[in-house]
């Protein structure tokens, strides 16, 4: 990697001293497009001076990855004391199926004789 551009490696030995016991970091092309959620903050009527917002990331359920980037625009002159976040998955037929299949997956990927 130059100047955030990938470069090809010249030769196969140099491809397999950089990946000799090393495993390859997986990548969707989904992945390299930004996706995102939203949500606007709304006053909490408890506890006092809090604020929440709930919103869907079902549309990120097919990218690769458990890491997520959060951006918050606030007024200038808020401060904030604590953010908490709560991922959480519906408990439904379709949760169920992806969750079989991603730890298909894994098993296959963790024994596979590949």
Do not use: H
């Amino acid at each position: 990697v130059s100047n955030q551009q990938k470069l090809p490696l010249k030769t196969a030995a140099i491809a397999a001293s950089y990946l000799a016991n090393r495993k390859p970091i997986i990548v969707d092309s989904k992945s390299l497009t930004t996706q995102s959620a939203t949500c606007a903050l709304e006053k909490n009527l408890w506890p006092l001076d809090t604020y929440s917002c709930t919103t869907s990331i079902y549309n990120l359920n097919d990218l690769i990855g458990n890491d997520f980037q959060v951006q918050v625009n606030i007024k200038k002159g808020v401060r904030m004391k604590v953010m908490s976040l709560t991922f959480s998955t519906p408990l439904d037929l379709s949760s169920a199926r992806t969750t079989v299949s991603a730890l298909k997956n894994l098993l296959k990927s963790n024994y596979s004789s590949n």
